[in-house]
Nanobody, 115 residues
């Protein structure tokens, strides 16, 4: 059974940093593309960052240069380091992977950027 469990969200002031983690189980983690998405209130879910099994990364333009996605294939965990946070980064953040035609999602972790 595939499980993705996010952690690390919280309340942070503008300009601050957070690191999100997503622990995967039930899959051969190193084989799979991993993604971070977010959904702000009243908005559609959007892709924030992705990382291939080989470690190639890609970012939404809104977070390029501020966020860094990484993975630890020993710990079966994908991370999202978020720096220089802005109020518009406030959202629920989800990790995701796809195996064949099936997408798997975590339960999400809330990030709130506010003074």
């Amino acid at each position: 059974q595939v499980q993705l469990v996010e952690s690390g969200g919280g309340l942070v002031q503008p300009g601050g940093s957070l690191r999100l983690s997503c622990a995967a189980s039930g899959i051969t983690f190193s084989r799979y593309f991993m993604r971070w998405h977010r959904q702000a209130p009243g908005k559609q879910r959007e892709l924030v960052a992705s990382i291939t099994s080989g470690g190639t990364t890609n970012y939404a333009s809104s977070v390029q240069g501020r966020f860094t996605i990484s993975r630890d294939n020993v710990k079966n965990t994908v991370y999202l380091q978020m720096n220089k946070l802005k109020p518009e980064d406030t959202a629920v953040y989800y990790c995701n992977t796809q195996i064949g035609s099936t997408g798997y999602w975590g339960q999400g972790t809330q990030v709130t950027v506010s003074s």
